[in-house]
């Protein structure tokens, strides 16, 4: 396996074969298995080793963080989670692609990936893959709550009161993490609002909780937080405790990434899920806010970077591009349960067959909101999952109002986060 | 009421010290400083100067990211750390923690020595089991009782029958996990500092007090403590200063969330996770002086004996 | 009397119980399989060996591994070779500053190592000291020399000093007296240093996770906050238990052969009558 190379760390220059180092975030070895890929395709050009990186997308962004500001020379290429591209950039630690690189990175690329690896006019990162966040739910559950989510939108006024006409939970993510971040987030552009006005000005941008979107999506994670639909564990509960709580007798409905049903399938495969469990789940759009708005479902994903430090930036960039073609992509979305960035990859008959809901994740990752693309993003997110948190503790006229005032004085410096 | 607290023992000094001649005493000297030195440099450079680096960073607004962005703030950093709210909950909280681990670690703590103390066989294997907390590794242990608790993984809720109670959900629960672990942790380093200070208290004064019928229990508060006192009390400054610095368990448990966020975790997530360098160092030094006025507290106002502490008597 | 007897007996026995339960637990908890890990019990229905296989094969955990001994090793000699200079020197030689030495080295004890992080780091980052074994090694050293100086200025205190000077009285010059006739003397004194200097940097976590951010210099403490599993989103508990055993063994087996001498030492720096 190419990570026990880690170890080495690409200290070993006894062959000739320049040494990239790829930063990733854990997978389950999809991303190491392309990088030997493309390594092997290389014909001794360059070599890929990858070293991993925690498992939270905020500890990873301070991994990556602490290395570069050491100007690290090692980290030729580093996956990277959407929202903190616009810091990186701004601190120039990413070397930015020329247009006509950029030109092979975007092109046939869903809007919203690309949209999101671009700061201040130029690509600063290539579209890997895509994510978004659907609306899981278990038939039984759905038919006992009278609602039919895949045949006509619901809101989550209807999957919080059919969870608990259903007996049953409605499982988010509601740890203090930026997965929480996604929710309120995703809450907010579905209510037709955002959580910053003009978030590129950095320091100067403004905060735009406290306006009726803000309240509505407050009223949302308030209500689910005091009904008995909410799971025991909300404010704890991270993207593997939603799946879990999902899977067992009082799971109902769930928004998660799109990875759960492959994860559900695999589980089945091992013996550790019932395949009448697989049976019962059913996924539809991300819910509504307002009935007649449609939602704006989160995104994520991953791009990749190269490093403003890298000693070989012109062949990191050439391994980019192997990494992310699509046949790349579509070797990824199968082993990974990650969908692709490139539309063209959803119409495989191998993917489709493996995702079922392909068209529904391509349209929901295509309708996306992405999250406030800031430089302080970082500061943005930790000061509104701060004062959203716990779930419980949410009040719509005055969290909103609160987190504004928060996130005003940490990017001023004037309070502590 | 015949108990009385023994005259202070006059400490052995050294032994057999000879006068020596006036050379001898300037090469003595050399040969002490020269001893000295690499120690000296080793503990001061590593402390002092980042230090003051720290102090010269808090006078400014700079992210580490935003490198351009860095200006010259004066105080101000201060004043926002000493006027925010948050500091002050999380000074609150690590007072808390502190007060309660360390005022049951007394306890607890003088209960094991007790034990130890009065132990005729198997001191070899208390002796081990005692040990084994104290060199543990603090994130292991902190791993160790946040599995048992958590609400997938855990067996408490399940062996005491709380059904999904989530004790890292709310601050009471979360402080109590945390406070547990740290107690079980060090309650060991407690009771062996204050076995050393029970084999201290005179055996003499003991059995006078018994023969002219004292109780246990006053026995306990007339002799025994007071003869510890010394003991008692640097035990006390040390466990203090160490549980006011808690991080590595919140860091592994709450991660600070449910209000359990302490001092020195907050200046990591300034300085480390945040990397703003200029906010972050000012929470650093501010930290840093609340331990001086912590120990100054102590030495003062309770009087410990810093030359017991400094381990010349 | 009876009380007495009931303390004697059962005060064991409860401590016995008070400090193994949490090892016990992880233990426990490192052997269940995949689908038990989230069982509820205290006891594994189905004993197995996998999650440590999995462990020695995560190459975050074998570097980390290779660093945290490779680095409390070097500190730890380091650590006891200059603290054994200084407590020679303080216990032995008369020379102005002897007290200064031991307020510096109790308020170094004292410090706050938080407060160094950020420094720390943006010093070790501009001179090529980040992510490296000395860069981790220098504190270490920093923060263990107190305890190694009072511990050792405790027994070399007790160290009987008329051999010394018969040395001395036989021609020795100061620097002989003390390598020929008082190091072997002061052994046992070193080595409880030595192993408490060990356990400091073993358990260290503050300098582990902020000075270190790969396999290069991950200590062990570092390492397992940022497990991750063998998937996206899957928890590492079970490797977690499993990697935190293994970890354990190594201060287990001291403190069953070296118990005396660490009790000795501790309780001799800040106690000593």
Redesign the interface.
């Known amino acids: 396996m190419s990570?026990?190379l880690?170890?080495c760390?690409g200290g070993g220059a006894r062959t000739a074969t320049p040494v990239l180092g790829w930063y990733i975030?854990?997978?389950?070895g999809g991303q190491a298995e392309l990088a030997a890929a493309c390594s092997a395709a290389a014909g001794g050009r360059y070599r890929i080793t990858v070293?991993?990186l925690?498992?939270d997308a905020?500890?990873q962004r301070?991994?990556l963080?602490?290395?570069l500001?050491?100007?690290?020379r090692s980290i030729a290429i580093m996956s990277l989670d959407p929202p903190f591209v616009a810091?990186?950039a701004?601190?120039r630690?990413l070397r930015p692609f020329t247009a006509d690189e950029a030109g092979g990175f975007t092109a046939g690329v869903l809007t919203g990936p690309v949209e999101g690896a671009t700061w201040h006019g130029s690509l600063v990162a290539a579209p890997f893959y895509a994510n978004s966040q659907l609306l899981w739910y278990r038939k039984s559950a759905a038919v006992r709550a009278g609602l039919d989510p895949a045949r006509s939108p619901v809101t989550w006024d209807q999957i919080i009161a059919g969870a608990e006409q259903a007996g049953t939970t409605t499982e988010v993510q509601g740890?203090?993490?930026e997965g929480y971040m996604v929710l309120i987030s995703a809450l907010v552009a579905s209510a037709g609002g955002a959580v910053l006005d003009r978030p590129e000005a950095?320091?100067d941008a403004r905060p735009t909780l406290d306006s009726p979107a803000g309240h509505r999506a407050a009223d949302v994670i308030a209500r689910l937080a005091h009904s008995r639909a909410a799971d025991?564990?909300?404010?704890?509960a991270?993207?593997?405790?939603a799946?879990?709580a999902f899977q067992s007798p009082r799971g109902g409905f769930m928004t998660n990434w799109a990875?759960v049903y492959g994860?559900e399938s695999e589980a089945v495969a091992s013996g550790?899920l019932d395949r009448a469990v697989l049976a019962d789940i059913g996924w539809a759009r991300w819910p509504r806010v307002d009935p007649d708005r449609p939602s704006r479902p989160p995104l994520g994903g991953i791009d990749i970077g190269v490093g403003a430090f890298s000693s070989h930036p012109d062949l990191a960039v050439d391994a980019v591009r192997c990494l992310t073609t699509a046949d790349s992509q579509r070797r990824y979305m199968l082993k990974?349960k990650?969908p692709a960035a490139r539309a063209a990859v959803y119409d495989d008959p191998e993917v489709r067959r493996v995702f079922p809901m392909a068209d529904l994740i391509r349209e929901s990752i295509g309708d996306a909101a992405p999250r406030a693309k800031t430089?302080y993003y970082?500061?943005v997110s930790?000061a509104v999952v701060r004062t959203f948190?716990?779930p419980a503790s949410v009040r719509p006229n005055r969290t909103p109002a609160a987190a504004d005032r928060l996130v005003t004085g940490v990017l001023h410096?004037?309070?502590?986060? | 009421m015949t108990a009385a607290t023994a005259p202070a023992a006059a400490p052995p000094g050294p032994v057999g010290r000879v006068q020596r001649s006036n050379g001898r005493t300037r090469a003595e000297r050399r040969l002490g400083w020269t001893l000295v030195a690499p120690a000296l440099v080793a503990m001061v450079g590593v402390t002092a100067y980042p230090l003051a680096r720290a102090v010269w960073l808090s006078l400014y607004s700079y992210r580490l990211t935003d490198p351009a962005g860095r200006h010259f703030v004066g105080l101000s950093n201060y004043g926002v750390v000493l006027t925010d709210r948050l500091w002050w909950s999380d000074v609150l909280t690590t007072v808390a923690i502190t007060v309660v681990t360390v005022a049951v670690e007394l306890v607890v703590g003088f209960a094991f020595a007790s034990v130890m103390h009065h132990l005729v066989f198997g001191r070899r294997l208390v002796r081990t089991a005692i040990l084994v907390p104290y060199g543990i590794i603090t994130v292991v242990a902190a791993f160790a009782w946040r599995y048992a608790f958590a609400l997938d993984t855990g067996f408490v809720n399940h062996v005491f029958g709380l059904g999904n109670f989530a004790w890292f959900g709310h601050r009471g629960s979360a402080l109590f996990v945390i406070s547990l672990a740290e107690i079980w942790k060090t309650t060991p380093f407690m009771s062996l500092l204050l076995l050393a200070g029970l084999a201290q208290v005179p055996r003499e004064l003991l059995e006078a007090a018994e023969v002219d019928g004292a109780t246990r229990t006053q026995r306990l508060f007339r002799v025994t403590l007071p003869n510890m006192r010394a003991a008692i009390m640097v035990a006390l400054l040390f466990r203090t200063l160490d549980a006011y610095r808690i991080f590595d368990t919140v860091f592994v448990m709450t991660n600070g969330a449910a209000g359990t966020e302490t001092v020195s975790f907050l200046a990591y997530r300034q300085t480390i996770t945040r990397t703003a360098l200029g906010l972050g160092s000012a929470v650093s030094v501010v930290l840093f002086v609340s331990v001086v006025l912590i120990a100054i507290l102590f030495i003062k106002g309770f009087g410990v004996d810093l030359a017991r502490a400094r381990g010349e008597r | 009397m009876g009380r007495v007897r009931i303390l004697k007996v059962t005060g064991p026995v409860l401590i016995a119980v008070w400090t193994l339960v949490p090892l016990l637990w992880l233990v426990s908890l490192s052997l269940k399989g995949g689908d038990h890990i989230n069982d509820g019990r205290f006891w594994p229905t189905a004993p197995t060996l996998r999650n440590y296989r999995t462990v020695f094969r995560t190459d975050l955990f074998t570097s980390a591994l290779r660093n945290s001994i490779g680095i409390s090793v070097i500190a730890t000699v380091l650590s006891v070779v200059l603290a054994t200079l200084a407590a020679y020197a303080i216990a032995r030689l008369d020379f102005p500053g002897k007290k200064l030495i031991l307020s510096v080295a109790l308020g170094i004890a004292m410090f706050p190592t938080i407060s160094l992080v950020g420094p720390l780091f943006d010093i070790w980052r501009s001179v090529g000291l980040y992510d490296t074994w000395p860069g981790l090694v220098i504190p270490y050293l920093s923060f263990t020399l107190p305890l190694s100086i009072w511990t050792l200025t405790a027994f070399f205190r007790e160290i009987p000093w008329e051999m010394e000077q018969a040395a001395q009285v036989d021609g020795a010059t100061p620097w002989q007296a003390f390598r020929k006739v008082i190091v072997p003397l002061a052994a046992p004194g070193v080595f409880t240093a030595a192993i408490l200097t060990f356990f400091f940097a073993w358990n260290d976590f503050v300098f582990g996770i902020s000075l270190t951010s790969t396999g290069r210099a991950r200590t062990v403490p570092a390492a397992l906050a940022f497990f991750t599993g063998a998937s996206q989103f899957e928890q590492p508990t079970a490797a977690i238990a499993a990697a935190a055993v293994v970890v354990t063994i190594p201060v287990v087996a001291i403190v069953l052969v070296f118990q005396r001498r660490i009790v000795a030492g501790l309780t001799s720096g800040a106690v000593k009558g």
Not at chain 1, 69 to 72: G, K, L, Q, S, V
Request: aromatic share 6%.
């Open positions: 990570g026990l880690v170890a760390g975030n854990p997978d389950n070293s991993t925690p498992n905020s500890a301070e991994q963080v602490r290395r500001a050491a100007r690290d810091e990186f701004e601190a630690f740890n203090r993490y950095g320091r025991p564990g909300l404010a704890t991270d993207e593997e405790a799946r879990a990875y994860a550790a990974s990650n430089p970082t500061d930790t948190h716990p410096d004037k309070v502590l986060l």
